[in-house]
């Protein structure tokens, strides 16, 4: 007898088997392309960071040294002593934290109970008046300076926190990106408050607030960092050391006879860290919340 002829599907098998080993090694060279990618991507976001950490405990001598040094022989603190005799710093952090803190919780207030008033509440011409309100977006910030300041002025508000702090008590798009959020919550939640006998204090209170938690987080962390970062406006009502901001301190330390760039670095490092703890603080529950659903079983 002759042997059995093989299968016509033992070659393909075999086929499959010997390719089994060069897929695995193409996912592993993918993966380990993916983590170098990785890697260089955060090593060129950290390493500014990096850098400035180090340029804050070198000497001058060595902050001017070319080419530059990339780390410091020592951890001399002499430049940091330094930038905080030259400048109150923190004076102007306490200042900058209050103006941004203030405008913060303004804006979301007044975002939310103007985004609740267009989903909400009924009245003519809606449509109309969210868009007048929105277009005003696409007016620069630069053409209301002078209209802003001649008002302050007037108001007597020049060198004070109201004069720092109303001018941004409000804006469209706080309005607008609240709105959008307010228009995804069920609207049966609305007509069982009502049936309840709700109204709309109650109803924005206790049901529209608690479920917006993570759109208010998120135009909360967007105001509070612009506010720290003001500059321009800070610069045009304040007049004493006792009401500048940290970007005008950051200004101060630069001279016209010289500058020296690690005194600088060492005062743009003080005035990271509480951008840095805002947002090692909130980033992580703004994440949860944002991926949470807004209603939950």
Not at 138 to 146: K, L, R, Y
Not at 190 to 219: K, M
Not at 273 to 286: F, N, Q
Request: charged share 10%; net charge positive.
């Amino acid at each position: 007898m002759s042997a059995a002829s093989p299968s016509p599907v033992e070659p393909a098998a075999r086929a499959a088997a010997s390719a089994l080993p060069s897929a695995a090694s193409r996912r592993l060279v993918v993966s380990a392309l993916r983590f170098v990618l990785t890697a260089a991507l955060a090593l060129l976001t950290v390493g500014p960071l990096l850098y400035l950490l180090a340029q804050i405990f070198m000497t001058p001598a060595e902050a001017s040294m070319y080419p530059p040094r990339l780390l410091p022989s020592g951890l001399d603190t002499s430049s940091l002593r330094q930038a905080i005799e030259t400048v109150p710093i923190f004076g102007f952090i306490a200042n900058s934290f209050v103006l941004a803190s203030a405008v913060t919780a303004l804006q979301v207030l007044s975002a939310a109970l103007a985004a609740y008033a267009f989903v909400y509440v009924r009245f003519a011409g809606s449509r109309f008046w969210f868009a007048l309100f929105i277009s005003t977006m696409m007016i620069p910030w630069e053409v209301t300076i002078i209209p802003n300041y001649l008002t302050v002025k007037s108001w007597g508000w020049l060198d004070t926190f109201p004069g720092l702090i109303v001018p941004f008590a409000a804006s469209a798009f706080g309005v607008f990106l609240l709105r959008q959020f307010f228009l995804q919550l069920p609207r049966e939640l609305f007509e069982a408050a009502r049936i309840d006998g709700c109204g709309h204090v109650r109803h924005f209170l206790s049901v529209v607030l608690p479920l917006s938690g993570p759109a208010a987080a998120s135009l909360g962390v967007y105001v509070f960092l612009n506010g720290w970062n003001m500059y321009l406006w800070p610069l045009l009502v304040t007049s004493s050391d006792a009401m500048r901001t940290v970007q005008i301190g950051i200004a101060m330390l630069q001279f016209e006879e010289m500058t020296s760039w690690n005194l600088v670095l060492c005062g743009v490092a003080l005035v990271l860290v509480p951008s840095l703890v805002l947002l090692a603080l909130g980033l992580r529950p703004l994440v949860r919340g944002i991926t949470a659903g807004a209603v939950k079983g």
